[in-house]
């Protein structure tokens, strides 16, 4: 399993409609059918410069995968974010690879 991680920080003056427009945009990636689903998360840390952030991690279970929404999808769904909101968003984009997963079971 891989999570393809996009990190964003949002100026404050377009939050709102940044909010507004991840719920649409999500659901377009996912659209691409590289994904098999997305979380969206607010990073709890206190921004002193007027913005706030926000990570969204897809997940996919092949680099084959990854690589196509790279050359099919993402020069389109990246040129859209950034015709809209500019430098008001910074991103940074991150790969990671699940090694192992664990869960508390209650019994």
């Given at each position: 399993?891989?999570?393809?991680?996009?990190?964003?920080?949002?100026?404050e003056s377009i939050h709102d409609e940044w909010l507004i427009w991840i719920?649409?945009?999500?659901?377009?990636?996912?659209?691409?059918?590289?994904?098999e689903n997305a979380t969206l998360a607010r990073v709890l840390v206190d921004e002193d410069m007027g913005s706030v952030t926000y990570a969204v991690q897809?997940?996919?279970?092949?680099?084959?995968a990854l690589e196509a929404y790279y050359k099919d999808?993402?020069?389109?769904?990246?040129?859209?974010?950034?015709?809209?909101?500019?430098?008001?968003?910074?991103?940074?984009?991150?790969?990671l690879q699940i090694l192992d997963e664990y869960s508390v079971r209650l019994d």
């Open positions: 399993m891989i999570i393809y991680n996009v990190t964003s920080n949002i100026d719920k649409e945009h999500i659901p377009q990636v996912l659209a691409s059918g590289k994904f897809y997940r996919t279970n092949s680099r084959e999808d993402a020069p389109r769904l990246r040129f859209e974010a950034l015709k809209r909101f500019g430098d008001k968003v910074l991103s940074f984009r991150t790969e």
